[in-house]
């Protein structure tokens, strides 16, 4: 089945022939349709053309509209105010374009595939090896994981980058430790679950680092071997991998511990922390010395830029080498671009990461230009997100000014999600076993939905109680949304759904229909823009119309006639996949009771 276009796109493009066979010398002109409460749609493109044309506005309307092909989805156009059209669809038309989108067989409900797909190399989801992840990190990979699955529902290449900090100086004196202290990594073990192993990894690993820091603290001559130990690391020798490499293991157990939590799907090949880019560093830094694009500056490998000056004037640059020989967090950045660019054909680069780092990143991607290794035909951006505030607008903490362990906050959400869920389970006759997995699904999703419903560069507040409450914008309220439309289809026995494009609707169908019949282009806005919000907002308006819709239209009424129950079956059919779907899109499950 092929991609069904949505009735907007067909009415826009009718316009669009029509403003051309009126006004020939016109050239392509945009009709700007919009949605409207005055009608369906309003056309307002009319007035800049007639402008341009130096006509009259309200003629040109006039032309326009005889220009329009009969009998297609247009019920009535009038001609308003300065020179606006004003569009109502026929009820059919609506009717028969969500029909065909039900239809599709692939499950894409119509929803076409972008024709100038191509690959993204995603950078997201990169906690740091023996260390706990925190709420930056829990944007990151949310956020990440629902752009994902966005651009490649679109049809675009999506390679995943997790480019976990596995590299640097703290390694030498972690691996110091370990040779001094060989028995520090081994743990008593989970109970044998992913999360109980994963926290037992991270408690090792905790424990593990206190000690090395407090040694390295206070003792100068550990301090000089585990100094020692960073070059060996970073020269490759056998020993000192190994033990690097239990590091990295163990972390990744909790890793996995905590995105198995997420209920997101990470896998060990697309890791590639910073590690990864070792190879490459001493070229990249090559490379950029000889074409001048790195010059020496006490000592260091630096790039400069005329904007990025610090307090004092002075400009800051960016350090590819540092005086003593070591390579940072830009080289290995820099190397990662060339991967990303040559090796992995990437036309776009995209970086999920804290707008507290955008400064670093406009610094590389100008950086990687320069050396010619960014071109005019690949594009890099860094989807930048906000800072998670407490309920007191600080910077979220625990009472001791502590950073709140993600695996706390998590547990936390679903305990107070399952009590949502327990309150109500005994109506929807729900077994223990179902309200357990619905409280993971509803509470984990609350989280998802809570961070992918604002745009992500603004801070938002985590605020449990706000996120799990029955009513707003929440994922909740989705998804009882969702769970309601189930309950009547099976409470609709022998009635089916099926189109009646013969009906005439009430306005709160039409509403619902013509909300439904944006879904494609919102999907493509989303991609094109990476604007997961723009998503869960289309969402939150269609449940909205939903309740609506229920308010106004009984749906197994006996009073309805066997044609009306079936068309509102459909609907609200069509619906629940739509809020599925979406749902889906943005990593969030929809329980079919709940
Ligand atoms: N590991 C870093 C952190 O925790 C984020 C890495 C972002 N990605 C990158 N390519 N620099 O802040």
Known sequence: MASVPSLASTLQQQLADALTAALPDAGAADPLLRRSDRADFQANGILALAKKLKGNPRELAAQVTAALPAGGPIKDIEVSGPGFLNITLTDRAIVETLAARAADGEGRLGVPLKDDAGTTVIDYAQPNVAKEMHVGHLRSAVIGDAVVRILEFTGENVVRRHHIGDWGTQFGMLIQYLIEHPGALKHEGGAGDAASDGEAAMSTLNRVYKESRVLF????????????????????????????????????????????????????????????????????????????????????????????????????????????????????????????????????LLYVVDARQSLHFRMVFETARRAGWLSDDVKAVQLAFGTVLGKDG??????????????????????????VVRDKAEKVGLSEEEIVENGRYVGIGAVKYADLSTSAVRDYKFDLDQMVALHGDTSVYLQYAYARIQSILRKAGDAVPAAHPELELAPAERALGLHLDQFGEVLAEVGAGYEPHKLAAYLYQLASHLTTFYDQCQVLSPDNAPEVVANRLFLVELTARTLHQGMALLGIRTPERL
């Not at 209920?263 to 000889?290: K, Q």
């Open 217 to 348: 603290d206070s003792d100068e001559e550990f301090k000089a071997r585990s100094r020692d130990r960073v070059v060996a690391l970073q020269a490759g020798d056998p020993e000192t991998l190994e033990l690097w490499h239990r590091f990295v293991d163990e972390s990744k157990i909790y890793f996995h511990s905590v995105f198995d939590k997420l209920d997101m799907e990470i896998h060990d090949p697309d890791i590639v922390g910073e590690s990864g880019y070792n190879d490459m560093l001493e070229e990249t830094c090559r490379i950029l010395e000889e074409t001048g694009v790195a010059v020496r500056s006490e000592g260091a490998l630096c790039v400069f830029f005329d904007d990025v000056k610090g307090p004092d004037g002075n400009k800051v640059p960016l350090i590819v080498k540092k005086t003593n020989g070591g390579y940072g967090y830009a080289a290995t950045d820099l190397s990662a671009v060339r991967n990303r660019v040559q090796d992995l054909k990437a036309d776009t």
């Open 394 to 419: 600080k910077p979220f903490k625990t009472r001791e000014g502590e950073t709140v362990r993600l695996e706390d906050l998590l547990d936390e959400a679903v305990t107070r999600a399952t009590a």
